[in-house]
């Protein structure tokens, strides 16, 4: 299992907004304990959706910009694109059932569109 690609300002429009699959957008921080807990979990679901999916992370810390940008509250918050839209949003941490549900609502969606 490998750690989610880091995005940064500089690489958020060439690696989220204009990828071909949804990209899942992991907003999270080092100090944040939900963040870190939830880690090995959305390393599962990356494998999980290969090829589906892509899952990036964005240290709220290091890219304070992008979240004024997007209007992060809280973290762990995990944002859905595609097509550069935002089309789903995550709140708080969750259950990997709970996640499945959502980004498989979210790839219903999209298919249907």
Partial sequence: MAAPLAVTAETFEQEV???????????WAEW???????????????????GRL??????????????????????PTLYVFHGGELVRTLVGAREKLAYTAEL???????AAA
Avoid: H, K
């Fill in 17 to 27: 907004l204009r990828s071909e699959l949804p990209v899942v957008v992991d907003f």
């Fill in 32 to 50: 944040c304990v939900p963040c870190r807990m939830i880690a090995p979990v959305l390393e599962e679901l990356a494998d999980a959706y290969d």
């Fill in 54 to 75: 892509r899952f990036v992370a964005v240290d709220t810390d290091a890219n304070p910009e992008l979240s004024r940008r997007y209007g992060i509250l809280s973290i």
């Fill in 104 to 110: 498989d609502a979210t790839l219903t969606e999209i």
